[in-house]
């Protein structure tokens, strides 16, 4: 067996059935943790693909709906808008608040108390989730919501005066 990390110990026959998987879109995996208003479906997972580190599937959240405050304990999110808007609240007291379109992602780290919203009255909200592990991790919790959140812009490296 090699330890080269250039050269898995695989032999080259399991590539076949232990390579790249394609999932199609129309046979995404419905039997997921629900919340009224949204509906989950799973791509990757480790039932479906045997990952062991992710998951990773797509969210439709009605108009109008959003979820409860909670986090997802140690687990990192990653969101990423296919069409509609997105609106994030979030903080101790989901304080502050964020808005995505369509091509936007946003990142949720480890621990941080959020909460999805469909900023459209009319419109359905699609994305694509992934998060940093295969557990379906969800804390909610009790806050009483500010009145009016704090707008704030994404800040970064490339964009220190923030973008919209």
Same mark, same amino acid.
């Given at each position: 067996?090699?330890?080269?990390?250039?050269?898995?110990?695989?032999? /080259?026959? /399991?590539?076949? #059935?232990?390579?790249? %998987?394609?999932?199609?879109?129309?046979?995404?995996?419905?039997?997921? $943790?629900? =919340?009224?208003?949204?509906?989950?479906? +799973? +791509?990757?997972?480790?039932?479906?693909?045997? $990952?062991?580190?992710?998951?990773?599937?797509?969210?439709? *959240? /009605? +108009?109008? $709906?959003?979820?409860?405050?909670?986090? #997802?304990? /140690?687990?990192?999110?990653? *969101?990423?808008?296919? %069409?509609?808007?997105?609106?994030?609240? &979030?903080?101790?007291?989901? !304080?502050?608040?964020?808005? +995505?379109?369509?091509?936007?992602?946003?990142?949720?780290? @480890?621990?941080? @108390?959020?909460?999805?919203?469909?900023?459209?009255?009319? !419109?359905?909200? !699609?994305?694509?989730?992934?998060?940093?592990?295969? !557990? $379906?991790?969800?804390?909610?919790?009790?806050?009483?919501?500010?009145?009016?959140?704090?707008?704030?812009? &994404?800040?970064?490296? =490339?964009?220190?005066?923030?973008?919209?």
């Amino acid at each position: 067996m090699s330890s080269d990390p250039h050269h898995p110990p695989h032999s /080259h026959g /399991h590539w076949k #059935h232990d390579g790249v %998987r394609v999932i199609p879109g129309n046979q995404l995996d419905g039997n997921t $943790a629900q =919340t009224p208003g949204m509906d989950r479906k +799973a +791509a990757i997972n480790f039932a479906r693909v045997g $990952a062991q580190k992710l998951w990773a599937g797509t969210v439709t *959240i /009605h +108009a109008n $709906a959003k979820t409860g405050a909670h986090h #997802h304990g /140690h687990l990192e999110s990653v *969101i990423y808008v296919v %069409r509609g808007r997105a609106r994030m609240r &979030w903080g101790d007291h989901l !304080e502050f608040t964020a808005e +995505a379109g369509p091509g936007d992602f946003i990142y949720v780290p @480890p621990y941080v @108390p959020h909460q999805e919203i469909n900023a459209s009255p009319t !419109e359905v909200l !699609e994305c694509v989730l992934c998060r940093s592990d295969g !557990e $379906a991790v969800a804390v909610n919790l009790a806050i009483e919501p500010v009145e009016k959140p704090e707008s704030v812009l &994404w800040i970064d490296p =490339t964009h220190p005066q923030g973008g919209v």
